[in-house]
């Protein structure tokens, strides 16, 4: 991809990392299912790891269904703690609620997740995406925004997380 990039058309490009998407997500998701077919033989219930997040109208919806087990790790051991510190040294002052409860914790969650998929900036980069993508879909469901169209939102979501994925 990256000796191609400068003779690659549009449709070209977008074509490439949608491929590359569905290449992480089978990845993903395949090795998810065999290790939670293994445990069923060995009389072990593992959760499922992936729920069709291709078909998330939101980023919070695709974060529900992606890696699930990821998630929910970085959810319960970074978000959540960051959150319940940040909320806990601030002066009670109800304008920076939104900023301690919501967007330092997930900044930080995820540049740590990029840090976590490996050592290099393009990780991080991919991580913050997701986190302002993240944030921006938050605020826009607390500050009560007009409803978006289902497809418009499936596009819009699925816009920002391939375009993470350049950088993954």
């Not at 969650?109 to 900036?121: E, K, N, P, Y």
């Not at 997380?161 to 993954?168: A, G, K, Q």
Request: hydrophobic share 55%; aromatic share 20%.
């Amino acid at each position: 991809f990256n000796h191609l990039y400068n003779s690659l058309t549009f449709i070209e490009a977008w074509s490439i990392i949608s491929g590359f998407a569905l290449q992480l997500y089978f990845d993903f998701s395949g090795y998810s299912e065999m290790a939670v077919g293994l445990g069923l033989l060995f009389g072990i219930r593992l959760p499922v790891n992936f729920n069709l997040p291709f078909q998330a109208v939101s980023m919070i919806d695709f974060w529900k269904r992606w890696h699930i087990s990821v998630t929910r790790f970085f959810m319960l051991y970074l978000y959540a703690p960051f959150s319940l510190y940040l909320n806990k040294i601030k002066s009670l002052n109800s304008s920076n609620n939104l900023f301690n409860l919501l967007i330092i914790p997930t900044i930080i969650t995820f540049f740590i997740s990029g840090l976590w998929h490996g050592a290099d900036w393009k990780f991080v980069i991919f991580g913050l995406i997701n986190g302002v993508g993240l944030i921006t879909n938050h605020l826009w469901k607390i500050f009560k925004m007009p409803k978006i169209p289902k497809l418009l939102s499936w596009s819009l979501t699925m816009g920002v997380v391939l375009i993470s994925f350049v950088f993954f």
